[in-house]
């Protein structure tokens, strides 16, 4: 078998942005591949929601190639971010309930449970505003009583022990179960049951084929 490496001239940077501004500021210093993220996101992300940040971007930094991500975990968001001029799809939080991954069992147990109303963009857990679970922890952080949490990553290095032990005793005491959070997009509103990762991109597939011909058909009948 050979192996072949890639050198840093051979690749391709891919930015992840979240406003029409940081994209432009992205292709100047030589992105190849733009991923718009809207707000709904998980993790760090910015406020403008992904329907009205796809289009903008994409006509911002055209001819470049856009992919879209947050709140894309169905086939039918995929045909959305395509119709939006998106040339594909990131998906990050349908990951996150799978069979195969890591995700806490506490924490993956809430995400089933959770609706979309149940994140927050919050500096609580690095210090930027990441979308994750909403907890007691994230509402004591963001109550304007309480100091103000550090940038990063100063603040993830403040309260990193106490983290790692919630995390250690989430399944064998209620306190840490309650304060226990991850970072996890709208998108949890839409996901209910534990699946293998095969089976998220089989019915993505097959969604994203049937809302492609019924889309035809509504064309065909006009």
Not at 136 to 165: G, S
Request: hydrophobic letters at 40%.
């Amino acid at each position: 078998t050979e192996i072949y490496t890639l050198s840093l001239h051979d690749a391709l940077p891919i930015c992840l942005v979240g406003s029409v501004k940081h994209a432009q500021s992205q292709v100047d210093a030589g992105a190849d591949i733009i991923v718009a993220q809207g707000g709904e996101a998980g993790g760090h992300t910015g406020e403008i929601s992904t329907m009205v940040l796809v289009p903008q971007v994409v006509d911002e930094v055209a001819p470049l190639p856009v992919v879209a991500a947050g709140g894309i975990g169905n086939g039918r968001q995929v045909a959305a971010a395509l119709a939006l001029g998106a040339q594909g799809v990131w998906c990050g939080s349908v990951w996150l309930t799978t069979e195969e991954a890591e995700t806490h069992p506490a924490v993956k147990r809430k995400m089933l449970a959770a609706t979309s109303s149940d994140t927050v963009r919050s500096r609580s857990s690095t210090g930027k505003p990441a979308r994750q679970l909403r907890t007691p922890w994230t509402q004591a952080w963001d109550d304007p009583t309480n100091p103000d949490p550090l940038p990063l990553p100063l603040h993830w290095m403040l309260i990193r022990d106490a983290q790692v032990r919630l995390a250690k005793h989430a399944e064998t005491n209620s306190g840490a179960a309650e304060l226990i959070t991850y970072f996890v997009g709208q998108l949890v509103g839409q996901i209910d049951r534990v699946k293998p990762a095969k089976r998220v991109v089989v019915e993505m597939v097959e969604e994203f084929i049937e809302t492609l011909d019924r889309m035809s058909d509504w064309s065909r009948s006009e």
